[in-house]
Nanobody, 118 residues
């Protein structure tokens, strides 16, 4: 079973940066586009960035230019990284990683909370 573990969130001030990390177990990482999703308070979960197995990245317009997604193997772990720059309070959300598209058979991790103060 695929396990996804997100980390790196925290409380920052507007304009600051964070680096989120997601480790994925199982073969699903090597055969699927991976993405970062977020769920803002009172909103549905949304896809904001994705990276293909060929390292082609795509972004939702509100994070384009500010966020950078990448995938790699770090210490023998499959990892998806999200660098977030110029954060604003509108980026406050719980951030998750998962495949793109997401399949109902694939559980979500616990996510990592990002809170941006003004």
């Amino acid at each position: 079973q695929v396990q996804l573990v997100e980390s790196g969130g925290g409380l920052v001030q507007a304009g600051q940066s964070l680096r989120l990390s997601c480790t994925a177990s199982g073969s699903i990482f090597s055969t699927n586009t991976m993405g970062w999703y977020r769920q803002r308070p009172g909103k549905k979960r949304e896809l904001i960035a994705e990276v293909t197995t060929d390292d082609v990245a795509r972004y939702e317009f509100s994070v384009d230019v500010r966020f950078t997604i990448s995938r790699s193997r770090e210490n023998a772990k499959n990892t998806v990284i999200l660098y977030m720059n110029s954060l604003t309070p509108e980026d406050t959300a719980v951030y998750y990683c998962n495949t793109v598209p997401w399949f109902p058979s694939e559980p979500w991790g616990q996510g990592t909370q990002v809170t941006v103060s003004s």
